[in-house]
């Protein structure tokens, strides 16, 4: 399947298709305890990266982000927890787990970009203010 450009996009795709995925979990109690921190966490990866994309500033952008990848690291816990109690399989939660770690991957670098960015025009704008006061 092709994935969207677009991290809109590609962060709900995820959390629809984990929704999906535990709809087909066995009907027990802890699969079902499971799967409600899975749902949770997928979907709260994209919430995070919505709210930080329409953020209002570079902060808050950094820190919704920060939170993004908290959840998406917790989502592949969750899968991992899955394959160790022999909920589920590895082969069924490979492409999902693998989706979650691709999202920390990007979300990580766009974090570290942000962060770097903004390190840089804070320095800028220190060097240019000196500059000023030394005229």
Not at 32 to 40: N, P
């Amino acid at each position: 399947m092709q994935k969207p450009w677009n991290l809109r996009d590609r962060t709900i795709l995820f959390a629809a298709n984990v929704i999906r995925f535990c709809r087909r979990l066995p009907r027990t109690s802890e699969a079902a305890e499971i799967a409600t921190q899975l749902r949770r966490s997928a979907a709260s990866t994209g919430a995070n990266y919505w709210a930080g994309s329409r953020g209002r500033s570079t902060d808050e952008f950094i820190a919704k982000i920060g939170i993004a990848i908290e959840e998406a690291d917790e989502t592949i816990f969750w899968f991992t927890l899955l394959v160790i109690t022999e909920i589920s399989s590895e082969v069924s939660v490979q492409e999902l787990r693998g989706e979650a770690n691709e999202i920390v991957a990007i979300l990580t670098t766009s974090q570290k970009t942000a962060k770097r960015r903004r390190d840089e025009r804070k320095h800028a704008a220190l060097a240019k203010r000196k500059a000023s006061q030394r005229k």
